[in-house]
Every structure is written in structure tokens, then in C-alpha cells.
């Protein structure tokens, strides 16, 4: 990804002329916007929530990890894992997100792709998104937009 794409939240970025799904969240809650025209009013097309992602790691995980015998001699230890709870569930919802929007791009329903999405949650959506989606990206905001009103997400691009 050009550095160009990103962009920076102090500088002011405007939206293409043409249909554009601008996708706002974390890995909680994401809602995706639908403009039709740069200045032109939004309408919210998607709400995806992930309940799990709030909860704590210790209600996620019951088991204790398992154990293994070391290469030489009779010693035991905790094996880790390769990937924590909490992990997996933002990659599952990142991975749904990927879904749904190569689904809508394959339907027609938008040309150009805006995210704003927390920094963590970004580069696991990044990783999903399909070759086409991912060509359709139109800029990226890495900002955590908890708390934003559909005002406020515009002054982003304003």
C-alpha cells in the first residue's frame, strides 16, 4: 500500500465523485456508509457488530494451555498459543467484513472503498480484504472513531 492512500487525519481528504462505501469501526462495531457524490449525503447501508470482542480474555478461554514433554529429559511446561482468543475473534470479524464487502463490490454496489477504522483492527481487515476490494481503496484513516457521530465522520473527509 502507497503512502499516498494513507491518509493523514490533520490534512483534509475528499471522497471521489462517484459511489464510495466509506466503512467506520473496530473490531466491535463497524457501520458502512454509502455516498453517492463528494459532498452528497450519506446513507448507512451496514451495521456489523462482534459481541465477543469486548469480553475478557479469561471468559473467553476456560481450558488451561496444554503440555508437552521437553526434547531432552523428563521436564514438562505450558505450551503457548499461537494465536490468544481475542485474537481470533477480531480475525473471524475482519474476515467477515472482507466478505461482505467483496460481496457488495462483486453486486456493483459501490467503485471506491474509504476506511476508518481502529489501527489494530485496520491491518486485519487489510489482510482480508480481497485483491479487488483492496484495489478499490480509495484512502485509509488509521483513527479509533469510537463516540463519532455521522457529522463528525464527515469532517474527515470535508
Known amino acids: 500500500m502507497s ?11 475528499l471522497l471521489p465523485n462517484s459511489p464510495t462505501y466509506i466503512v467506520v469501526g473496530d473490531s466491535a462495531e463497524l457501520r458502512v456508509f454509502l455516498s453517492h457524490r463528494r459532498f452528497g449525503d450519506w446513507s448507512e447501508v451496514a451495521s456489523l457488530s462482534n459481541p ?12 488451561r494451555p496444554g503440555r508437552a514433554f521437553d526434547s531432552f529429559g523428563k521436564a514438562r511446561h505450558a505450551m503457548e498459543p499461537t494465536e490468544t482468543a481475542r485474537q481470533h475473534e477480531v480475525r473471524r470479524f475482519a474476515h467477515k467484513v472482507g466478505e ?13 472503498l474509504a ?10 481487515l487489510r489482510k482480508e480484504l480481497s485483491a479487488a476490494c483492496r484495489r478499490t481503496v480509495h484512502c485509509e484513516l ?16 470535508a
Open 3 to 13: 503512502l499516498s492512500r494513507v491518509i493523514n487525519h490533520d490534512i483534509d481528504h
Open 52 to 63: 465477543d470482542a469486548r469480553s475478557p480474555e479469561r471468559e473467553r478461554v476456560t481450558d
Open 100 to 112: 461482505y464487502l467483496g460481496s457488495a463490490l462483486s453486486a456493483g454496489k459501490f467503485e471506491h
Open 115 to 124: 476506511i476508518v477504522a481502529e489501527p489494530k483492527f485496520l491491518g486485519f
Open 142 to 157: 488509521p483513527l479509533n472513531t469510537a463516540g463519532y457521530d455521522i457529522q463528525k465522520l464527515k469532517t474527515l473527509f
